[in-house]
């Protein structure tokens, strides 16, 4: 049974079942787009790939560099900066590359007024090392350091190495 409310003009307002079946209809069409949603936002998430992390060494046990850094997402600015930083395992195995790039300062000619100088105008030195190696650079200097992994990475703790690489300024002849 339907009551009509009588009203001026062409809004009507219906009270019983098929008022109900609408509303229920609505409802259910709204948590469908939520759920919807929610699931395809997890997919998304779960389909962002990182095979790079980018972190300051905190220290070195045994073949397990411990390090704080962003992975690096292409695209994806979201996962950098200092309030999304993590905490990482980095396993080194017997067929991770460490590479170092040594720079040495820039000459007389190559500082330009002020003392400015381009990186990428500097003598260097590449050459691949051992883990003893960067071990011993770390205790002399603060690294930052450049993984690579072949697998996707992306909010890991524990992180297997292809390659890692870093860079060194040789101010003082200390490497």
Do not use: C
Request: no cysteine.
């Amino acid at each position: 049974m339907q009551t009509q409310i009588p009203t001026q003009g062409p809004i009507q307002i219906t009270t019983g079942r098929a008022s109900n079946i609408r509303i229920l209809i609505i409802l259910l069409i709204v948590i469908g787009v939520v759920v919807a949603g929610y699931f395809g936002w997890e997919y998304l998430k779960s389909r962002l790939v990182s095979n790079e992390f980018v972190g300051s060494i905190e220290k070195i046990e045994d073949n397990i560099i411990f390090a704080k850094g962003n992975f690096i997402v292409e695209g994806h600015n979201e996962f950098l900066g200092q309030d999304k930083t993590k905490e990482v395992k980095i396993t080194v195995a017997s067929g991770t590359k460490i590479i170092r790039t040594l720079l040495e300062p820039p000459t007389e000619e190559q500082l330009g007024p002020g003392g400015i100088f381009y990186p990428e105008d500097l003598k260097r030195d590449v050459k691949e090392v051992d883990l003893s190696a960067l071990n011993s650079d770390l205790q002399k200097i603060s690294i930052t350091i450049n993984v690579k992994s072949s697998k996707n990475i992306l909010n890991k703790d524990v992180i297997e190495a292809s390659e890692i690489s870093y860079t060194l300024m040789n101010y003082f002849g200390n490497f």
